[in-house]
């Protein structure tokens, strides 16, 4: 069975970074891109960008890409994202999302980041 | 970027009711298109791939039709667990981007 299981609620300072993760199993991690999704409180989907495991290959949204480093471990299967010089607006919940043709077809269940002096 | 549009952004509905949720992209996307379900809990479920095919295990009363840059989803007859948010999203381009979702509830 395909999980992505995601860490657990973040809180973090104004200017600070934090890293959230997102654990792959019942398949073979490197055969996948794995997106990142945000949703700010009350509001849609937005992409951040991808990554693949087996290149460390990435795209981003343009504006996303001072925001957002995305990373992979093929050891431990384990997608993570890392946002930087935070605020206010990075308050939201960020999700990992198993890509392939058949668009992002296994969802984690999502962390929630808190950004808060 | 392809600007995703949906709508209605709010739709009522009764149980056993068909409803029909629009999505339209700012420039063709050759069937690129994608449905997503997302619950209360913010559990978020693919529904269809590619404008009208059904993820795996998704019932038969969710279909997906249209082409170039009008897409629509279609519940035939609604169910309890049908009452959620809706999102379209397009893979035709970078970046990815999705509709401003519909909230499909109970009337």
């Known amino acids: 069975e395909v999980q992505l299981q995601q860490s657990g609620p973040e809180v973090g300072r104004p200017g600070s970074s934090v890293k959230i993760s997102c654990k792959a199993s019942g398949y073979t991690f490197t055969d996948y891109v794995m997106n990142w999704v945000k949703q700010s409180p009350g509001q849609g989907l937005e992409w951040i960008g991808w990554i693949d495991p087996e290149y460390g290959s990435t795209d981003y949204a343009e504006k996303f890409k001072k925001k957002a480093t995305l990373t992979a471990d093929t050891s431990s299967n384990t997608a993570y994202i890392q946002l930087s010089s935070l605020t206010s607006e990075d308050t939201a919940t960020y999700f990992c999302?198993?890509?392939?043709?058949?668009?992002?077809?296994?969802w984690g269940q999502g962390v929630m980041v808190t950004v808060s002096s | 970027d392809i600007q995703m549009t949906q709508s209605p952004s709010s739709l009522p509905a009764s149980l056993g009711e068909r409803v029909t949720i629009s999505c339209r992209a700012s420039?063709?996307?050759?069937?690129?298109l994608n449905w997503y379900q997302q619950k209360p809990d913010g559990t978020i479920k693919p529904l269809i791939y590619?404008?009208?095919n059904l993820q795996s295990g998704v019932p038969s009363r969710f279909s997906g039709s249209g082409s170039g840059t009008d897409y629509s989803l279609t519940i035939s007859s609604l169910e309890p667990e049908d009452f959620a948010m809706y999102y379209c999203?397009?893979?035709?381009?970078?970046?990815?981007?999705f509709g401003g979702g519909t909230k499909l509830e109970l009337k």
């Open positions: 420039q063709g996307i050759s069937n690129n």
């Open positions: 590619y404008t009208s």
């Open positions: 999302a198993r890509g392939t043709i058949a668009a992002m077809d296994y």
């Open positions: 999203q397009q893979d035709a381009s970078f970046p990815r981007t």
